[in-house]
């Protein structure tokens, strides 16, 4: 079954809305997690990085104040973007690291997926 | 920064053919993951290697960690139709802070 859980999986909202995803660790305490956005038929782009409790990384290009990122526990991370356009329509995926328990006790090099979130900007 | 060469782009073979697909780096990595993703879904892991001339198989799948630890393969054997989709490697560097993705592999079984 799924580690990493990412909601919504679509969502549609309008131009100049905010919209939240977020992006769960079910199996393991998540102490990185990380937010891709992906165009079709291309490969994943890493948008920023975060660490349980402090501010994340962004890579270079990437607006900080338009794709907020909280990753206020070690469970849950969410990608809030602002004012949203029609151009930041895509797939956004988040992924999750950490120390794992049962299954995935050796999972602390593992890095596990979320299913995605599709969002249309209209 | 880290680049990951992941070949073929693209490959069409027929049910019961084995596959091969490797990715290759200018930078040393501690750990090599193979993804597969379909149309419209998040990358699910298929294996994950540790360490250099590391050895994994997962049911038809086999993938090898480098001992130069600069490359990896993957190995599909008597694909199936099911087998379709992208295959993605992705290493993690030594700062171990940071997956970067290769290009990824369109794989197409027919029947």
């Known amino acids: 079954g799924a580690v990493v859980s990412q909601h919504p999986s679509r969502v549609i909202c309008k131009s100049g809305t905010s919209v939240k995803i977020e992006c769960r660790s079910l199996?393991?305490?998540?102490?990185?997690m990380f937010w891709y956005r992906q165009f079709p038929k291309q490969s994943l782009m890493l948008m920023a990085t975060?660490?349980?409790?402090?501010?994340?990384?962004?890579e270079q290009g990437v607006e900080k104040d338009k794709f907020l990122i909280n990753h206020a526990s070690l469970t849950l991370s969410t990608l809030t973007v602002t004012s949203a356009h029609p151009e930041d329509s895509s797939f956004y995926i988040c992924?999750?690291?950490?120390?794992?328990?049962?299954?995935?006790?050796?999972?602390?090099?593992?890095?596990?997926f979320g299913e995605g979130s599709w969002l249309t900007v209209v | 920064g880290q680049q990951l060469n992941q070949s073929p782009q693209s490959m069409f073979i027929q049910e019961g053919e084995d596959v091969s697909m490797n990715c290759t780096s200018s930078?040393?990595?501690?750990?090599w993951l193979w993804y597969k993703q379909e149309p419209g879904e998040g990358p699910v892991l298929l294996i994950a290697?540790?360490?250099?001339?590391e050895l994994t198989s997962n049911g038809r799948l086999t993938a090898q960690f480098g001992i130069t630890r600069k490359d990896s393969f993957l190995n599909i054997s008597a694909s199936i139709p099911s087998d379709v989709g992208i295959y993605f490697c992705?290493?993690?560097?030594?700062?171990?802070?940071?997956?970067?993705f290769g290009e990824g592999t369109q794989l197409t079984v027919n029947p």
């Open positions: 992924s999750a690291r950490g120390v794992g328990t049962g299954r995935l006790q050796s999972s602390g090099n593992t890095i596990y």
């Open positions: 199996d393991f305490q998540a102490t990185t």
């Open positions: 975060s660490n349980e409790g402090s501010k994340a990384t962004y």
């Open positions: 930078s040393i990595f501690n750990t």
């Open positions: 992705a290493g993690l560097g030594t700062s171990g802070s940071r997956l970067t």
């Open positions: 290697l540790y360490k250099a001339g």
